[in-house]
């Protein structure tokens, strides 16, 4: 019996240990060994009596570049191939005395294990004639303890995929659902106004993922290339997808029980790019689409306008075969590498041309200080209503221009395959994408210079290296250093933001009225910077031993991640007229400082692995894997797994599996960084001061367009740290984790169609949540907040500074006091006197009352346990899923004809319930701290992805005011229908996630 000191822990360290035990006491005769990435091959050598043939030769030869690989059979006949990389082979057996026997066109895939015997003829009796025949891999693979799917090149190559993203295929298989508030399906939603930010635009919030498997939060999964890391470990997505041309498997594990791989408490997508061949080879394609197939928008429709111009090029090429550099021409820089060396380039260039319609209203004058561009048209001209005195009113007149607004996104691979000897080989790998888009932003009422863009560029460079020690022992180690770098930000950064309030003397209902904020300047709402770079160092070693396959390995990553918050920080002016602006007399100035954070992470990972071929038709699966990240105090990471593969009926055509295991998530570097953010940036905000005074502060320091620099000593002495409202992690935040267990069979019912049922648990552990630590406490004795607000008057007379507490209007009252009526019974906000002492009085029943919500926040302040700040957002450990899904696939691998026909097929369904306190991964808690999932959790039945949401749904920290840079939905009170009407104080919505970079 293994014990723990501690409680909470001591059931998975005695599973460990117990793992670890079991691991080398085993013993057996014979196995193969459970790879992801790599494909083995075995099977026994014996002549036509079915003696074994000891010694036999077997080689294994893969036929695009002809590398080959030799082993030995042993005392029992039995040989075996580990580690081979995935592809086309030929596998030719030969010993003394036998003619050789060969069987070619053996196609394999990742992860996949191979039974293939040969049965040797006596030499004399064909001639010394090599028998040749064709070998097909296994329809079932009845050692795989592991659940998943691949799709192969043959699928990749002639399924429609529009858009050509190979992620996109995992949702061709069983189990796979889009991520939650998904915008997949929906167009790219533009703001066509102009008036918003980049949060107005349909994009699904980074934390959200990119999909979920078995069940497994969207952000809980691992992406590797070539088994090495593929995530960008702030956004919870892919870092580099290369193209499609460029991919040779799209391998997807639902339920990982080897212990080989990590950081990913759901599943693993592993992207293995293509290689080069003996032959030299290309391909050039074009796609092309144009705006003739789409239809007009209503709105340009009612105005006489075009259909907006539209068009998509999709060109590349890829190009592959021996290296070969003539020495004829290049003299000493000829290289022949013929059968030794061996590339692969692909290239793909996408290009979006689309456009966006400025439609607002300019000021017929200038600026000289900050030229805005002059009118397209003197038509239709008009005065606005009024200017802040002693300005006068500006003669406005429209501005429409149509500006290019495209999309390009270019992405190239190249690989290199060299061949030192027959037992060592290597692969290099470059990535470079790059991606610019422009098409988020709508043009409306935003000026061509503060059109904003995302762009995304990336760079990784890769080095795989195999050594065959022996029959028996093969090393590979991988090395690879990546960069990242996404941003959002407007095309002109020199200039500052200015926003000009527009009041166009026309009707609102007038098609043409342009009222509204006029955007100019470099627009920085919403904008990001960040740079993620990534090394990353990973050994394994695998040992046969009998029946025991065993891999010992170790992964090292280090994270960096710079991130730099935009927002207002190269000053932002607002002007309250146009007019205003021509005189250079903003109404309001704010910038910020220090908005940059660093976050640093060092991810160790070690495992151990045994597969044991306890019978020819059982094979049993054990890992242990120990993982810890540095960016957090967490190291108990203990993830032991157990699995088994069993043919009930010996022939190879059904197999059952049943696996178990615990499994961890990576730390998602952009939540940490949120809370940690705010603890440095300087804000400068003239609004700070009261409204009488901003207007002289602004003549008196500043002078539009001049900005601020750190060490000015206005933001020496004015700026501030935002201390009402703060972000803070929890003391003992842990990784999330999930125990998975999965029960399956699979079955070729003939014809190659093989049929396949699983049933999946998963149960999530330590979801990262958030709460607001600081809301107000309820004193002893109230059921509510609102029987506390109706049991007394509330204190509100000025204070030093003249301002009220609570209720601050021209008609406050030195009191105020709360009760319930119907809506539209009485006022929102009356008036009493108390002895002669003014109240203001407000309705609780008051629907749609702001400024009683305000007053109800403001007298429960003093409740909280730091009056002095509203809002303390704390991430926690608390969160709780549980999932349930039966999963029933048919498939048809590829399978060419002598006529030339072929056809694949694959079919999914999927039932499923889910269970879960979150949506995304802040999600906060119904009440204050409490995940228990009661009413906050929903569970859902589904046979397919369900239709993307937004997230609506109580806030615990309604009870603090929202930050300025969140939205929020301000919720009214309601009054209970009984007599004593009772409503606790929350909002009704929850801000939504914010899409950042």
Request: aromatic fraction near 8%; glycine fraction near 8%; proline fraction near 6%.
């Amino acid at each position: 019996m293994c014990r723990s000191s501690s409680r909470s822990h001591s059931r998975s360290i005695s599973v460990c240990a117990c793992s670890l035990l079991m691991l080398f006491v085993l013993q057996g005769a014979d196995a193969r060994a459970q790879d992801l990435d790599d494909v083995s091959v075995s099977g026994t050598v014996a002549d036509e009596q079915g003696a074994v043939v000891a010694g036999a030769s077997v080689n294994a030869i893969l036929l695009s570049t002809r590398a080959e690989r030799s082993v030995s059979t042993d005392g029992a006949g039995r040989y075996r191939f580990v580690e081979l990389p995935p592809g086309t082979y030929a596998v030719r057996a030969s010993s003394a005395g036998f003619a050789p026997a060969e069987k070619a066109g053996l196609m394999t895939a990742s992860g996949q294990n191979v039974r293939l015997d040969f049965t040797l003829r006596p030499a004399g009796v064909v001639a010394e004639q090599t028998i040749l025949s064709e070998a097909a891999a296994p329809a079932v693979d009845t050692t795989r303890t592991v659940v998943g799917g691949t799709v192969t090149r043959e699928e990749l190559e002639r399924l429609p995929l529009l858009s050509r993203a190979p992620l996109d295929l995992v949702f061709t298989l069983g189990g796979v659902t889009e991520e939650p508030l998904s915008t997949r399906d929906a167009a790219e939603d533009r703001d066509a106004s102009g008036r918003g930010s980049i949060e107005r635009a349909a994009t699904t919030p980074e934390e959200a993922g990119t999909f979920a498997l078995s069940g497994g939060a969207a952000y809980s999964n691992n992406i590797t290339i070539d088994g090495l890391d593929n995530n960008d470990d702030r956004a919870a997505r892919e870092r580099f997808q290369p193209s499609l041309e460029a991919v040779e498997e799209v391998q997807v594990i639902t339920n990982q029980f080897s212990s080989e791989y990590g950081r990913a408490s759901g599943g693993r997508v592993n992207l293995r790019t293509r290689g080069g061949s003996r032959n030299l080879r290309g391909r050039l394609f074009y796609f092309f689409a144009d705006e003739a197939l789409n239809a007009n928008t209503y709105n340009n429709r009612r105005r006489g306008l075009k259909r907006l111009p539209l068009q998509e090029h999709n060109l590349g090429f890829t190009l592959s075969g021996p290296l070969s550099v003539s020495k004829k021409f290049f003299g000493p820089l000829g290289y022949e590498g013929r059968g030794r060396t061996f590339f692969f380039v692909a290239f793909e260039h996408t290009s979006v041309l689309d456009s966006a319609l400025i439609d607002a209203l300019v000021p017929i004058e200038q600026n000289s200080s900050f030229p805005l561009p002059a009118p397209t048209t003197l038509v239709g001209r008009r005065f606005e209503f009024s200017a802040t005195a002693p300005n006068t009113p500006a003669e406005l007149a429209p501005f429409v221009e149509r500006v290019s607004t495209p999309l390009g996104n270019e992405t190239f691979s190249a690989r290199l395959d060299h061949h030192y000897t027959d037992t060592h080989n290597g692969t290099l790998l470059f990535q470079l994408g790059r991606q610019r888009n422009l098409r988020q932003f709508g043009g409306g009422l935003r000026l061509a210079d503060a059109l904003q863009g995302r762009t995304r560029h990336s760079v990784a460079l890769s080095y795989s290296d195999n050594f065959v020690f022996s029959s028996k022992v093969v090393n590979q180690l991988r090395a690879q250093i990546s960069t990242l770098r996404p941003a959002l930000r407007a095309q002109v950064n020199s200039r500052p933001v200015v926003l000009i309030a527009i009041n166009d003397t026309l009707d609102t209902g007038d098609p043409s009225d342009r009222s509204g904020t006029l955007v100019a300047g470099s627009s920085t709402s919403g904008a990001t910077d960040r740079r993620e770079t990534r090394f990353q160092l990973q050994e394994t070693l695998t040992v046969v031993r009998g029946a025991h396959s065993l891999k010992l390995g170790a992964d090292a990553q280090r994270i960096s991640s710079v991130f730099v918050e935009l927002s207002d920080a190269s000053g932002t002016y607002n002007f309250a007229s146009a007019g205003d602006f021509l005189a250079g007399t903003p109404s309001r100035f704010r910038q910020r400082f220090g908005s940059a954070s660093t976050q640093r992470n060092f991810y160790s990972g070690v495992f151990v692995q045994d597969e044991w071929r306890v019978r020819p038709n059982l094979t049993l699966s054990m890992g242990l894997r120990y993982e810890n990240e540095s960016v957090l105090g967490d190291r108990n990471n203990f993830a032991p797994r157990l699995a088994l593969a069993f043919d009930p009926t010996g022939k190879g055509r059904t197999v059952v599996r049943v696996g178990a295991g615990l499994f961890y998530n990576r730390a998602l570097l952009r939540t940490l960084d949120d809370f940690k953010l705010g603890r440095q940036v300087v804000e400068f905000d003239t609004n700070a001061l009261h409204a009488a005074e901003r207007r002289p502060f602004i003549a008196a320091h500043l002078r539009f367009p001049e900005t601020l620099k750190p060490d000015s000593p206005l933001v020496l002495q004015f700026g501030m740290k935002q201390l009402d409202f703060s972000r803070r992690l929890d003391p003992s935040l842990r990784i999330p984790k999930s125990y998975q267990a999965n029960a399956g069979v699979e079955r070729e019912v003939g014809g190659g169609l093989v049929v396949e049922a699983n049933f999946t648990l998963s149960r999530g552990l330590h979801l990262w949540r958030e709460f607001n630590a600081n809301a107000p406490r309820l004193p002893p004795g109230y059921r509510d907040f609102t029987e506390y607000l109706l049991s007394r008057d509330f204190a509100n007379f000025r204070g030093a500074d003249g301002a009220r507490p609570l209720y601050d209007a021209g008609t406050a009252g030195e009191l105020v006091r709360f009760h319930i009526a119907p809506a539209g019974a009485e006022e929102v906000i009356g008036r009493a006197d108390d002895f002669g002492l003014p109240v203001s009085v407000f309705n609780l029943g008051s629907v749609n009352s702001t400024a009683t919500l305000a007053a109800a926040l403001a007298a429960l302040q003093p409740l909280r346990p730091d009056p002095a700040r509203t809002q303390v957002e704390q991430l926690v450990s608390a969160g709780n899923s549980f999932y349930q899904g039966l999963t029933v696939e048919a498939r048809r691998r590829f399978n060419n004809r002598k006529a030339g026909f072929g056809f694949s097929f694959r079919a999914a369904y999927t039932l499923s319930r889910l269970i879960d306190d979150g949506v995304v991964n802040t999600s906060s808690a119904l009440r204050a701290g409490d995940f228990r999932g009661h009413p906050r959790a929903t569970p859902r039945r589904s046979a397919r992805p369900a239709p993307a949401r937004r997230l609506l749904a109580p806030d615990n920290r309604a009870h603090g005011e929202p930050p300025a840079q969140r939205r929020a939905w301000p919720r009214p009170l309601h009054p209970r229908p009984q007599s004593h009407a009772r409503v606790p104080l929350r909002r009704a919505h929850a801000p939504a996630p914010r899409p950042r970079n």
